[in-house]
């Protein structure tokens, strides 16, 4: 319940906080898509789940995502192996733009830092 202060009730249209409050409903459901989708176990282990997304941000060439998948799979237990086998069909399904990717993402399993877009 609230008290009826601003601060408690929705933005008026055309006021800039119904955007950013929109935007912030979009990221909050997002993260919690990924974490049921992506970073819960189930019939795949969410290692290769994670490892799943990174082979697809390589794809997509969103390099920040890719670091950020990269390294929850790390934080899932996957092994080097996995990445790297994983990051091989990047680079076999993407010919020479998808090497170059998947060693990007190599690069960032491996420690490289860069900002990123999605936080898993």
């Not at 950013?20 to 979009?26: D, F, G, L, N, Q």
């Not at 997304?53 to 697809?56: D, E, G, K, T, V």
């Given at each position: 319940m609230t008290n009826g202060?601003?601060?408690d009730r929705p933005a008026p249209?055309?006021?800039g906080r119904a955007a950013?409050?929109?935007?912030?409903?979009?990221a909050r459901h997002l993260k919690?898509?990924?974490q049921e989708a992506i970073f819960t176990?189930?019939?795949l282990p969410a290692r290769i789940k994670a490892l799943a997304?990174?082979?697809?941000s390589v794809s997509a060439r969103c390099e920040p995502c890719?670091?950020?998948y990269i390294r929850k799979a790390q934080e899932l237990g996957a092994t080097a192996q996995e990445a790297e086998e994983m990051l091989a069909v990047a680079s076999a399904m993407g010919g020479c733009v998808g090497e170059t990717w998947a060693n990007k993402a190599l690069a960032a399993a491996?420690?490289?830092q860069s900002d990123e877009c999605c936080e898993p």
């Open positions: 202060t601003a601060d249209p055309g006021d950013v409050e929109s935007t912030t409903r979009v919690v898509i990924r176990e189930g019939v997304a990174a082979l697809w890719m670091e950020a491996n420690g490289s």
